[in-house]
């Protein structure tokens, strides 16, 4: 049975209990949110202040300006003005929510090239942060995977895999997400996160919920920080 917020008090630590680690902090906060999307649970900066968990938080997320993220949206409708972008819009409001500013959606067609190209052109800007959102599943135009990995040169294969057990939870066609994520090399800079994320605005807030806690560790990795 899913907790009220009569039973919890509106407190991920009285569901959850307090976290010790950064790692254990990020699993209990993504959990806290599925919990209180299904649960109808307002979960927000004071209730983290109330369970003692706003110190951490709020360090892990005080990332400013110098991040430089992009969102891009791949879509070939959206790309041809068919469709509202909803899904980019949606991470670009997730990713400020955290504290990570990023500007517009940069939106470009379905395929390997013009994926592969709109990551290059960001990670040529200096983004420290590329998210893109969709072209990640199972028809033929999905390439963002296929578009994506050729400007990696490192692998990190666990935050998709769970990305997908987060998401599957409350989608459960997210188990057809093909997304990745990994480091990639980036101007002016000690590297970039890169990670696909899909199209729908659901999994996007999922997501930005995983990365807001892992993305001032893998950047403080990146640029020679202890483990």
């Known amino acids: 049975m899913i907790p009220t917020k009569a039973d919890t008090g509106?407190?991920?630590?009285?569901?959850?209990?307090?976290?010790?680690?950064?790692?254990?902090?990020?699993?209990?906060?993504?959990?806290?949110?599925?919990?209180?999307r299904v649960a109808g649970i307002r979960c927000n900066r004071s209730a983290f202040a109330a369970s003692g968990y706003c110190g951490t938080v709020k360090t892990q997320l005080k990332l400013g300006a110098e991040?430089?993220?992009?969102?891009i949206t791949v879509s070939d409708r959206c790309s041809r003005g068919e469709r509202e972008d909803r899904s980019g819009p949606a991470a670009v409001d997730a990713l400020?929510?955290?504290?990570?500013?990023?500007?517009?959606?940069?939106?470009?067609?379905?395929?390997i090239e013009s994926v592969?190209?709109?990551?290059?052109?960001?990670?040529?800007?200096?983004a420290r942060l590329v998210v893109t959102t969709g072209g990640t599943g199972v028809s033929s135009r999905d390439l963002t995977p296929e578009g994506t990995v050729t400007v990696l040169h490192t692998l990190l294969p666990g935050?998709?895999?769970?990305?997908?057990a987060v998401?599957?939870?409350?989608?459960?066609?997210?188990?057809?997400?093909?997304?990745?994520?990994?480091?990639?090399?980036?101007?002016?800079?000690?590297?970039?996160?890169?990670?696909?994320?899909?199209?729908?605005?659901?999994?996007?807030?999922?997501?930005?919920?995983?990365?807001?806690?892992?993305?001032r560790h893998v950047i403080d990795q990146l640029d020679g920080g202890d483990h």
Do not use: K, Q, Y
């Open 67 to 71: 991040l430089g993220a992009v969102v």
């Open 116 to 126: 592969a190209g709109a990551i290059s052109a960001a990670l040529g800007d200096g």
């Open 167 to 215: 998401s599957v939870a409350t989608i459960p066609t997210a188990m057809l997400s093909r997304g990745i994520a990994g480091i990639a090399d980036s101007v002016g800079n000690n590297g970039a996160l890169v990670v696909n994320l899909p199209g729908s605005v659901g999994a996007v807030n999922d997501g930005v919920g995983i990365l807001a806690l892992l993305v």
């Open 10 to 36: 509106g407190r991920p630590s009285a569901l959850f209990g307090r976290a010790h680690s950064m790692f254990e902090l990020a699993a209990i906060n993504v959990d806290w949110l599925i919990v209180s």
């Open 159 to 164: 935050i998709a895999e769970r990305m997908r």
């Open 96 to 111: 400020l929510e955290v504290g990570i500013p990023a500007g517009p959606p940069r939106v470009v067609p379905d395929g």
